[in-house]
């Protein structure tokens, strides 16, 4: 990070000045993870910004945004809607709840391998992308049983309006996960060694926000979908 | 094939900014061509071109939206964005060309989408109509964020955001603008095709085909309105600044109030799309709002005009065009106030008032802006400046022209509103005059254009002219020879350091952004500072 530069700098004048300006690192440095900044000691890893690789990031966030107010527009007609006197309520199936957990789980197991890939362990970290790769199918599966519920109790796309809404938005959600699904399989299968401009810590960085939004998202709608209604 | 091929997966930003622009061209004269059936229809009716008032109102549809998302959004953002926005920031590509060239294919895929949904019959030709226009919407989305994420993360080293061109400041904020209204819009397509294809009931359905068909057109138009100006203020400030050879006045008032135009265009639309009819108070927070996109349009206006005032302006075509903007802008912007008025008289659609006002802010005073930065871009994208002389022969036809035509079309809004006594019929002899009037108008816009079809055609056959590469002495770093993307180049000042020639003693009166510091000669000592300061007001 450009902006800690200074700070570092600073610790390190302090020290300098408490030890006489031994060579040797400060001790408490020593015991810092393998992702800690060590000051200017050793050469320094290339940041994002240096190496171009900031414009993922700054895109995936932008997207966020952009997916957000999609999804916002949905839930405002949702709000206006439900006033309407042919609104009719109907209980949510209840696979939902199981599918909302196994989201949530998968939620978890990116970050654990994010974690074992800041350690190095890249064995790990296939294993736990694979897991959250398992998950987020299981999430897809899941919501066509919860769809096929529905159609059994009898609520089509175009019986009422409140099933209308329930549709679009396990669609539009389901549309935007299929999208971080691709993702993730391109962070598994795709060879960062050819790519210049793109590593794989990078890579896994921006899918994971992704995942997170999405995950943070479906909350959002099933607590739309359940206290709205 | 091959050549066919390679056109296909092109993906450098001045190629496919060239096609946007390229676009928008066929489309511009698609879309005049349907103006004038329309004029035809209306003088004389009866079935010449269009059989039924069902076809009129989809040849209204295709252009309208032919004129408004293919020109008006395309061109300034698209088309002239992508082509300039990574040279006048020191970057040698947009962020990701892969999405440049998705965001072009959707679009071309859209546009035939647009006019094909004209020749179905209406319930299906709107279902048509809709999902092309989410797929436009998309692919603009996608082209907002490239752009977005372009101007934050690829500038050169020193391009700091004070020394951002206008231009891109403008881009960059109608980008984020982009993000948040095409996404909302999508989902609004999605809802539609939903109702017309899957019977859901999103929307409670209104009247006839007709009036739907208009609504839509205006629900959609509205969120544009500014998204295809935002750009145009931009070109015209850089314009302003570089044919007035003075910095731009008040430069960080006029990023603040393009912010402002963006947050105010977005409120605004979203209460009136969301809200309206909700509450007694929608209408009122609507117009208040409405009524507040005169603030940042005034300092925009004080910016130009103080720019302009005490210049040595140097009045090419580019500039005619771009003074030719402000006028329009502040004509049509004067009729706005009228319109954002929540007491005024239930202005429908169809209205002629609303009509010319929306053609003169949007239409015209845009695709002046358009005319100007293609006048001044020109060399640099074909090598060749355009002929002068025609240019100027084609600003005054056409500026004569869209007054004579879009003036009478208020005046016959207003004639409508008019209380008359009973008996007495709307379709007297003024009427008739002020219609006739218009038809003539239109066909002499229409033929003026011919000149600038010969102007862009008589220009592209002459060989590129190596003494062109700037030709309007222009401190922006697109005119300056750079190796983009290169560790070497460094800008060291804004884009708008203009200051009289005896400042440096020599000839030149301005310093590319490029030009390392010590280019700067000491001031003769004669010359007194004071008197003419480098940059009143900029910061840079």
């Known amino acids: ?32 993870g393998g992702g800690g900044d060590d000051g200017s000691f050793r050469p320094r ?58 989201l949530l789980t998968s939620s978890l197991t990116i970050d654990l391998a994010r974690r074992r890939l800041a350690l190095n362990d890249l064995v790990g970290f296939k294993m736990m992308w694979r897991a959250t790769t398992a998950l987020g199918v299981a999430f897809v599966v899941g919501q066509v049983v919860a769809w096929r519920d529905l159609v059994h109790m009898g609520f089509y796309v175009g019986s009422n309006p409140s099933s209308s809404f329930f549709y679009v938005f396990t669609a539009a959600h389901a549309a935007h996960l299929i999208g971080g699904i691709l993702a993730l399989f391109y962070v598994l299968f795709r060879d960062f060694r050819k790519i210049a401009r793109l590593s794989l810590p990078v890579a896994a960085e921006v899918t994971s926000y992704y995942w997170h939004f999405m995950d943070g998202l479906w909350l959002f709608l099933v607590a739309l979908l359940f206290f709205g209604a | 094939m091959r050549l066919f091929r390679s056109s296909l997966v092109a993906s450098d930003h001045k190629v496919i900014g060239l096609r946007y622009l390229w676009l928008a061209l066929v489309s511009v004269f698609l879309g005049m061509i349907t103006s004038l059936v329309m004029r035809i229809q209306l003088l004389w009716p009866g079935p010449h071109f269009v059989a039924s008032p069902d076809a009129y109102a989809s040849l209204t549809l295709v252009h309208g939206s032919l004129m408004v998302f293919v020109v008006l959004t395309c061109a300034p953002q698209a088309g002239f964005g992508t082509y300039f926005l990574p040279t006048q920031i020191g970057a040698s590509e947009m962020a990701f060309p892969k999405l440049t060239r998705l965001g072009f294919w959707l679009t071309a895929l859209s546009v035939i989408g647009m006019v094909v949904a004209f020749f179905y019959r209406p319930e299906t030709g709107l279902i048509v109509w809709l999902a092309s226009v989410a797929v436009f919407c ?54 539609l095709i939903c109702d017309g294809e899957a019977a859901t009931h999103f929307f409670v359905p209104t009247a006839s085909p007709i009036v739907a068909w208009q609504r839509l057109f205006w629900f959609f138009t509205q969120a544009q309105v500014y998204v295809a100006i935002l750009p145009c203020f931009g070109i015209v400030t850089h314009l302003v600044a570089t044919f007035a050879r003075k910095p731009v006045f008040a430069h960080r008032g006029v990023v603040l109030a393009l912010s402002a135009v963006g947050l105010c265009d977005f409120w605004t639309w979203g209460e009136h799309a969301f809200a309206a009819g909700l509450n007694p108070y929608a209408p009122l927070v609507f117009s208040m709002l409405a009524l507040s996109l005169g603030i940042p349009a005034s300092i925009l206006l004080i910016s130009w005009f103080a720019t302009l005032w005490d210049a040595k302006l140097r009045f090419s075509t580019a500039m005619l065009f771009a003074l030719g903007f402000i006028s329009l802008f502040v004509s049509g912007g004067l009729t706005g106030l009228l319109l954002a008025r929540a007491k005024f008289p239930d202005s429908t659609v169809g209205d002629a ?18 005319l100007a930065a293609l006048f001044f871009w020109f060399p640099k994208m074909f090598g060749h400046a355009l002929s002068e002389r025609l240019g100027k022969i084609h600003f005054w036809l056409t500026f004569a022209g869209v007054y004579l035509l879009f003036i009478p079309m208020h005046w016959l809004g207003l004639i409508s509103h008019l209380p008359l006594p009973a008996g007495v019929s709307t379709a007297n002899s003024l009427v008739l005059g002020l219609q006739l009037c218009i038809t ?55 884009a708008y350091e203009f200051f009289p020639a005896e400042i440096r003693g020599g000839s030149d009166d301005f310093l590319p952004q490029n030009a390392p510091p010590t280019d700067i000669l000491p001031p003769p000592p004669a010359f007194n500072p004071g008197a003419a300061p480098l940059n009143p007001l900029g910061s840079t």
């Open chain 2, 440 to 494: 003539f108008a239109t066909v002499i816009t229409i033929a003026a254009q011919g000149v600038f079809v010969l102007n862009v055609a008589v220009t592209l056959l002459r060989r590129a002219d190596a003494r062109d590469t700037n030709p309007w002495r222009a401190a922006s770093l697109e005119w300056t020879d750079f190796a983009a993307g290169s560790a070497g180049l460094t800008v060291h000042r804004g």
């Open chain 2, 353 to 370: 008032l609303v009509n010319g006002h929306y053609h003169l802010v949007m239409g015209i005073a845009s695709t002046f802006a358009m």
């Open chain 1, 45 to 102: 890893r290339p940041s994002p910004s240096q190496s171009g690789q900031r414009r993922y990031q700054t895109a995936i966030l932008l997207g966020m945004v952009s997916i957000c107010m999609f999804f916002m527009a949905l839930s405002a007609a949702f709000l206006v809607r439900k006033t309407g006197k042919d609104w009719v309520n109907f209980r949510l199936p209840s696979i939902i709840w199981v599918n909302t957990i196994v």
């Open chain 2, 138 to 191: 998309v692919g603009a989305a996608l082209n907002a964020l490239n752009f977005a994420v372009t101007a934050i993360d690829l500038r050169a080293k020193g391009m700091t955001l004070p020394r951002m061109p206008i231009t891109v400041w403008a881009w960059f904020i109608n980008a984020v603008l982009s993000l948040l209204i095409f996404s909302t819009l999508v989902a609004a397509c999605v809802q």
């Open chain 1, 1 to 32: 990070m450009p902006g800690t530069d200074v700070l570092d700098e600073l610790d390190l004048v302090v020290e300098d000045i408490g030890r006489g300006g031994g060579g040797k690192p400060p001790e408490r440095d020593e015991h810092r």
